[in-house]
């Protein structure tokens, strides 16, 4: 299994990250967990995360997701690099 890969963000990530945190503070610990996810095996080579490659995504959309609990990461992975895009948080009624 790799190991040793960075972990950035663009300051549109850390705002929308510290409004979500602000009504979810769950997400402060669940984000601690997938950044020691994400500097391990962003490409799930072992298979112990719930991680999915998003197909017909290009690059710098998010081409892979993270899931944690009802919270959502999209990144790219760049060399030895992960850049996380987006967070968001899936509500109860999403598919209803």
């Known amino acids: 299994m790799t190991a040793g890969f ?5 300051r549109s990530f850390a705002r929308t ?10 997400l402060v610990e669940l984000y601690s967990q997938a950044l ?3 500097r391990d095996d962003p490409y799930n080579v072992g298979r112990t995360h719930a991680i ?3 197909h017909g995504v290009p690059a710098g959309e998010g ?3 993270l899931r944690l609990r009802r919270f959502r990461l999209r990144y ?4 030895r690099e992960v850049v996380l895009l987006d967070v968001s948080l899936r509500r109860e009624d ?3």
């Open 6 to 10: 960075v972990v950035s963000a663009p």
């Open 17 to 26: 990250l510290e409004a979500l945190a602000k009504r979810h503070p769950e």
């Open 52 to 54: 999915k490659k998003l």
């Open 63 to 65: 081409q892979y997701r």
């Open 94 to 96: 999403t598919y209803r």
């Open 36 to 38: 020691a996810i994400l």
């Open 76 to 79: 790219d992975i760049l060399g």
